[in-house]
């Protein structure tokens, strides 16, 4: 059972570029949640996507934006990089309230993340 | 709004037991898990537990939660070098799945 996988591992940006970061879900999830994971720091959370729509948004610009694919399937793009978007971004997938019902399984399993350098 | 607190730093001896402490704010807080993140790795969900539950037990792993002052613990038995990492505490609110962490617990494990 492949667990939820990320794109690519690494990768080195400069000032003002875009990335876009990919994420598959684990088997049998239908949920995916983003986060960013600055050094020293906890998860702090982007938003998430269910149903191919952005269902919940953390505290962050615009500059940040998502898709689901019908697979379930999910991208992270991030524009005008600033050096402070350095970090780990990671990716957590999980069933929705509406597949899992009420006494389904509650558990957010997290990918291995995507370490982003802005330069 | 959700803020979730955490000692930043805990070591042990290896054998004796550690107990990780962590507060939160969100009283509407429904599930609360604990995650291990070991350097340079993702997040491995160590176990979890709802709002309406006083403990639970997993292997070496209890949790408890004291849901009046907003305290959860963990606490490992037997701990072992292998279980040196960063452990997050970690909320879930709300109707939809998002989990607000805090900044963790480094443990370390000492021979």
């Known amino acids: 059972d492949a667990g939820v996988t990320q794109s690519p591992t690494h990768l080195i940006k400069t000032r003002g570029q875009q990335v876009t970061l990919r994420c598959s879900p684990k088997s049998g999830h239908d949920t995916v949640s983003w986060y960013q994971q600055a050094l020293g720091q906890g998860p702090q959370f982007i938003f998430q996507y269910y149903e191919e729509e952005e269902r919940q948004r953390g505290n962050f610009p615009d500059r940040f934006s998502g898709h689901q694919f019908p697979n379930y399937s999910s991208e992270l793009n991030v524009n005008a990089l600033l050096l402070g978007d350095s970090a780990l971004y990671l990716c957590?997938?999980?069933?929705?309230?509406?597949?899992?019902?009420?006494?389904?399984?509650?558990?957010?399993?997290f990918g291995p993340g995507t370490r982003l350098t802005v330069t | 709004g959700e803020d979730v607190e955490q000692s930043l730093f805990l070591s042990v001896r290896e054998g004796d037991s550690s107990v990780i402490n962590c507060t939160y704010t969100?009283?509407?807080?429904?599930?609360l898990y604990w995650y291990k993140q070991e350097p340079g790795a993702g997040l491995q969900l160590l176990t979890y537990i709802f709002s309406n539950m006083d403990m639970k037990q997993d292997q070496r792993l209890t949790v408890l939660l004291n849901k009046k002052d907003k305290h959860l613990s963990l606490r490992i038995a037997d701990t072992q070098t292998g279980d040196s990492a960063i452990y997050f505490c970690a909320e879930k609110s709300g109707g939809y799945q998002k989990v607000t962490f805090g900044t963790g617990t480094k443990l370390q494990v000492i021979p």
């Open positions: 969100d009283s509407s807080s429904t599930y």
């Open positions: 957590a997938s999980s069933l929705a309230a509406r597949t899992r019902g009420l006494a389904g399984n509650y558990e957010q399993y």
